[in-house]
């Protein structure tokens, strides 16, 4: 995980997500790109600077030229007081939120993602999706989400939450590498959940076994935990292990299919009390 992507729209909750890039960043020798995504008429060869080819004519232009300036002298004084040794940079990104991320993210070839998310959703995003669900069905890389109130743990540990399910599409041989990719850059230990309310123990244990030694899942310990509630059973199970994190793997869906099924990913995203690191299997 050596290219990070914190997206930033300058609250406290963006904020909180680059505190978490940082701690990720510092042990896994990581840089991070620190960006504000708002659509301008000044191009890509506007630096932080205010430098263009095309000179400001009208009053609409002036005052977007100074937000963007303003957005830039934000962005470079988050970066300078959370950076804390590691490489930021900084960009004001000439797309808008919902076309610029995927772009961005194929561009520079980012590795992860770290946002910050309220988790709520209202009248349009009901169809839409907020803005990290909105990441999370377009991005070909993990996605981790940080709530303003998340209990941060030190990523010595991340659960990983399987269910034994799939369809032709997923790419469980890409996301395993990408957890493998995370857990070795922070040396973390990775435990492989299953929850389920029924009484097969040992027929699970096998199951996680066998999944684990086929995608070469590295470092890692199997559990089954007893809960008729899968969210629960996991976030409960992250806690007690002092988790820096709870990672899911997901087909999600966007549009209108999404609102008649239950996508597991995004309730965690939007209910979790601690980082969430999901991975889409039919993007990567």
């Known amino acids: 995980m050596k290219k990070i992507l914190v997206p930033s729209d300058l609250s406290k909750i963006s904020e909180n997500a680059l505190k978490v890039a940082v701690q990720i960043a510092k042990k896994s ?48 004084a988050l970066a300078e007081n959370s950076g804390d040794g590691v ?118 244990e096998n199951k996680l076994e066998k999944f684990a030694k086929d995608h070469s899942l590295l470092n890692y310990k199997i559990a089954v935990v007893n809960n008729g509630d899968e969210q629960k059973g996991l976030l409960n199970y992250g806690h007690q292990i002092n988790a820096g994190a709870v990672a899911v793997l997901t087909h999600a869906d966007g549009g209108f299919f999404r609102v008649f099924q239950t996508n597991m990913s995004e309730e965690m995203n939007k209910h979790a009390d601690m980082p969430v690191l999901t991975i889409n299997l039919h993007k990567i």
């Open 29 to 76: 020798g990581g840089q991070i790109d620190l960006v504000n995504f708002h659509e301008h008429p000044f191009g890509k060869t506007f630096s932080a600077f205010g430098e263009m080819k095309k000179p400001v004519s009208d009053e609409e232009q002036i005052y977007t030229l100074q937000l963007v300036r303003k957005n830039y002298a934000d962005l470079n």
């Open 87 to 204: 490489e930021i940079k900084t960009e004001v990104y000439d797309e808008s939120f919902e076309d610029g991320v995927e772009e961005f993210i194929k561009e520079h070839n980012i590795d992860l993602v770290v946002m910050g998310t309220t988790g709520e959703e209202n009248a349009k995003e009901f169809f839409t999706g907020n803005h990290a669900q909105q990441v999370i069905e377009l991005a070909p890389c993990p996605v981790l989400t940080v709530r303003e109130n998340d209990v941060i743990g030190n990523f010595s540990k991340i659960v990983l939450g399987v269910e034994f399910k799939k369809d032709d599409e997923d790419n469980f041989v890409r996301a395993i590498s990408y957890i493998n990719d995370f857990s070795s850059g922070l040396a973390s230990e990775v435990h492989l959940v299953h929850v389920t309310d029924d009484n097969n123990k040992g027929e699970v």
